[in-house]
């Protein structure tokens, strides 16, 4: 039996993005092999293509950090799963296919009847956001929080668990996110059109309780001036830091994939000596989940129950055949994309799923 793979075969534009037909994998002792209803596209996917992310592989490799999928084959010396089971998986990379082959280890059950690209937005985005509310910020009911990108797969999970925490919210997006941002409880501020800080002070007086900073570099020391005395930056993702100005195709990428990071330390280790209590902490799904993978299973589990009781709705920016790749990582790339890219498998609908 064959399927299809997207491969990156050098590090650069999405260009280097290709479609490859070959024979199914099979499963080794201890692995299943998965049939993907639904991998997410992230822009962990888009940096690692250009070179730079640190979990980035050897070319060539096959992209995707997260699917959803159907058990399919069991290898031997696997028990407890069973073919046609539902699950979740985080790989880093390798969802960009149409079968993947996974430890047993690594799959978390899905209940039935979920729409597999909602479900697949929880395990990057939405296990992201839930871990640094409640993880790294300890947030409490009440408090006060400012998320930049608010209107991105990040951004939207993080307003929709902010809201259930009962947090007053304040999201940075662009005029064509504000809506969003407001429909989900949170307060827009235009960043491109007002200064963040001086409106948080306007908003709030002493500043916010925390800052969710995707962005990295000296963006993370204006997070931290819209704190008031005593409060959290939690920084994630530093794509600016790693991508530059942009990340043209010609640059191999990879020999500066830690660009960034001296400095990055600087400012945690400045948060903690300067006056005025305002810690910078940095948060990394991929490193806790090595460190303590019972907590990613543990909180996954969760959010797919939250799902399932509908007190949380991913909201899905646009569904491509897998194919597509190329395309759904141009449009993410391009920014302003309101909740989360999906490619969908042969069996899953490009429709809107199940509710």
Known sequence: MRHTRIIVTHYGGPE?????????????????????????????????REGVHPETPRVPYTPGWDLVGEVERLGTGVSGVEPGQIVAAMPIHGAYAEFVCLPQSELVPVPSGLDAAKAVSLILNYVTAYQMLHRSAKVKPGQRVLFHGASGGVGTALLQLGRLAELTMYGTCSSRGAPAVSALGGIPIDYQHQDVEEEIRRLTREGVDAVFDPIGGPHLWHSRDALRPGGRVVGYGNTTALRGEGLGATRSGRRNRLHGIPIYVLYIAG??????????????????????????????????????????????????????????????????????????GKEASLESGAE
């Open 16 to 48: 280097a993005l290709r479609v490859v037909e070959e024979e199914c994998p099979e499963p080794k002792s201890g692995e299943v092999r998965v049939r993907v209803l639904a991998a997410g596209v992230s822009m962990p996917d888009v940096m690692a």
């Open 271 to 344: 948060g903690w000596l300067l006056p005025g209590r305002k810690r910078i902490i940095p948060y990394s799904i991929q490193t806790l989940k090595r460190l303590k993978p019972a907590l990613f299973r543990k909180d996954l589990l969760a959010l797919l129950d939250l799902l399932q009781q509908h007190k949380i709705q991913p909201l899905i920016a646009q569904r491509f055949p897998l194919a597509e790749a190329r395309r759904a990582q141009e449009l993410l790339a391009k920014g302003g994309v309101i909740g989360k890219i999906v490619l969908v």
